[in-house]
């Protein structure tokens, strides 16, 4: 009898149970217990916490398995490898750029080059409808998630204040000490300090002292282009690294196109493609107990649409009609400053200092929820294409302006969007990639309530850094972030997927990452999206003892 199997009776017409060992030598036609589309934020949980747990498990990724010392360089142009470039075709009033740093392609996902703001969302989050009348209310609550909140912080190493003024009191204190402030930091802390605003360090994923085989930050400040050194806590130098110690294997370069289902209608692998050295493309198959979809959220609805069949004609776990549908972004409009002296926003990492003041619904505001306000850093190269595209300089006005690069500060903000079913994810009908496979479309407008979130941020932007003393300032409209189309919920009619991130229609499918998200909160979502990777890995492992995959 397998250990996550029952005892007794007759097995006749029964799962077989779940395998466990370590270190099986695995070929495409294995069958392994789980399988997990996608070793980003979530999916590196999920491979790390169930091998961990003993399954064999197979993590596909469609991009490279990265080695930071020789595939890191400090060459901005040439690390824009490590986003996903891939053909996409965006639209709505507010199309969303999809072709910079907002999806990463390879192992580790976007924590590869993200800025490293490790929050959580608050309480007040997970009711917005109860509280404030907008939105729904998420089928899991804070005290769901808090555990793993601290679990994944205490993996990570995450630095950060001793004390969090904003939300309810934290029950432990952040793992390791906050970095000190850098030169935007200072700017930041001086004019929140002006007008009476709450201002902190920021809490990120970049270690402050030494964990295990990784040093600490050495202040290089690039942060968004890989970390040479392996102080920045991406998934893959922590969560995918000890997931193949433990047993785990981590296929790269391999572009899933189909959930695979059986006569029941159960999950029973996926199909993908991969291209070998010499250009030659290669389809292959991974059976598997389970079938975890990580793969964010654009194609994880892309995938579930593409999985499409004559039992569902309108795509996997699409009951309710709601795969591709409510996706969200933060507003993130940067404000830029000049000062006077040097401030260096390159050294040091980027994200430094925050405040979450306005993080609430206000009475006193014509909009409800709200958003933060973080310190950015970025290179040269990408501040002078920030500053050609906003200011409409070339050449020479523009080598002039960049003499001064140093003397600049900027602040972003992270604005909460309400999800709309009208802003989402759909296959194109005509445009393909270069696997031959249905491109996303992706739409986004902007409701009312977003914009004027937008408008009051960057006010308030502006006013911190002329409290602190800059000479002129402008502004660069900008988004972040992907939350939605594949939301999780309590009824079967107006979600994809239960709080365990099971699907409501398709048995031994799992969504789990960013696309199950029901609001977007004023929060970087990464540290959120790795607790709920976190917690849906705990009770798959429960639901296998059970044998009630």
């Known amino acids: 009898m397998g250990v996550l199997g029952r005892a007794g009776g007759d097995q006749r017409g029964r799962r077989e149970p779940l395998r466990l060992g370590r270190g099986h030598p695995l070929t495409t036609h294995d069958e392994v217990d789980a399988v997990v589309v996608g070793v980003g934020a979530a999916g590196a949980v999920l491979v790390r916490k169930l091998t961990d747990a003993g399954w064999r498990v197979v993590g596909l990724d469609a991009g490279p398995h990265w080695d930071p010392q020789t595939d890191f360089l400090s060459d901005e142009r040439a690390m824009s490898k490590l986003f996903w470039r891939d053909r996409r075709v965006t639209g709505g009033e507010d199309p969303i750029e999809l072709a910079g ?20 969302l608050h309480r007040s989050d997970f009711q917005t409808h109860t509280r404030d009348g907008v939105g729904s209310d998420w089928p899991l609550s804070y005290d769901d998630l808090e555990p793993y909140y601290d679990e994944v912080e205490h993996e990570l190493g995450i630095a950060g204040p001793v004390d969090w003024p904003w939300d309810a009191p934290r029950r432990h204190r952040y793992p390791y000490r906050p ?19 709450t201002w902190r360090p920021g809490a990120i994923a970049t270690l402050s002292a030494p964990k295990g085989d990784r040093p ?4 290089r400040g690039w942060c968004l282009s890989g970390c040479t050194t392996n102080a920045k806590s991406s998934t893959l130098v922590t969560y995918a690294k000890e997931a193949v110690r433990a047993g785990a294997e981590i296929r790269p370069d391999c572009m899933v196109h189909r959930v695979d289902t059986d006569a029941t209608g159960r999950a029973i692998g996926v199909t993908y493609v991969r291209r070998s050295a010499d250009g030659t493309v290669h389809e292959e198959q991974q059976r598997a107990r389970v079938v975890i979809v990580s793969a964010y959220s654009i194609e994880t609805p892309r995938l579930l649409l593409m999985s499409a069949s004559s039992g569902h004609p309108d795509g996997l776990a699409n009951s309710s009609g709601l795969v591709g549908k409510g996706l969200m ?21 980027p994200p430094n200092t925050i405040t ?18 973080e310190t950015v850093g970025p290179l040269p190269g990408k501040f002078a294409q920030l500053a050609a595209s906003t200011l409409g300089l070339w050449g020479e006005s523009l080598r002039e302006f960049m003499y001064d690069y140093s003397h600049y500060a900027g602040l972003g903000l992270v604005g909460e969007t309400q999800a709309q079913d009208s802003n989402g994810v759909r296959l194109s009908r005509d445009e393909t990639d ?56 309590d009824d079967p009619a107006t979600s994809v997927v239960d709080r365990n991130c099971r699907t409501w229609d398709v048995p031994g499918l799992y969504v789990c990452d960013g696309s199950v998200f029901v609001t977007s909160g004023a929060s970087n979502p990464s540290l959120t999206i790795q607790a709920i990777a976190a917690r849906t890995a705990d009770q798959l492992i429960a639901a296998g003892r059970r044998d009630q995959l």
């Open 101 to 120: 740093n907002v999806t990463g392609k390879g192992v580790g996902g976007s924590t590869v080059h993200y800025s490293m703001y490790a929050l959580r």
């Open 179 to 197: 970095h000190q402030l850098n030169g935007v930091g200072e700017v930041m802390a001086r004019g929140c300090d002006a007008l009476g605003i």
């Open 216 to 219: 600490p930050c050495v202040y």
């Open 329 to 349: 972004i933060h507003g993130s409009d940067v404000v830029f400053g000049r000062f006077p002296e040097p401030v260096s926003q390159f050294k040091a990492p």
């Open 356 to 373: 979450q003041d306005f993080y609430e619904t206000n009475s006193a505001h014509d909009f409800v929820r709200g958003y933060s306000i």
């Open 434 to 489: 270069t696997f031959g496979l249905p491109i996303p479309v992706v739409t986004f407008s902007y409701a009312e309530n977003d914009r004027r979130i937008l408008e009051a941020g960057t006010d308030t932007q502006r006013r911190i850094l002329e409290a602190a003393g800059a000479q002129t300032t402008f502004r660069v409209s900008d988004t972040a972030h992907l939350m939605g189309a594949c939301r999780m919920g």
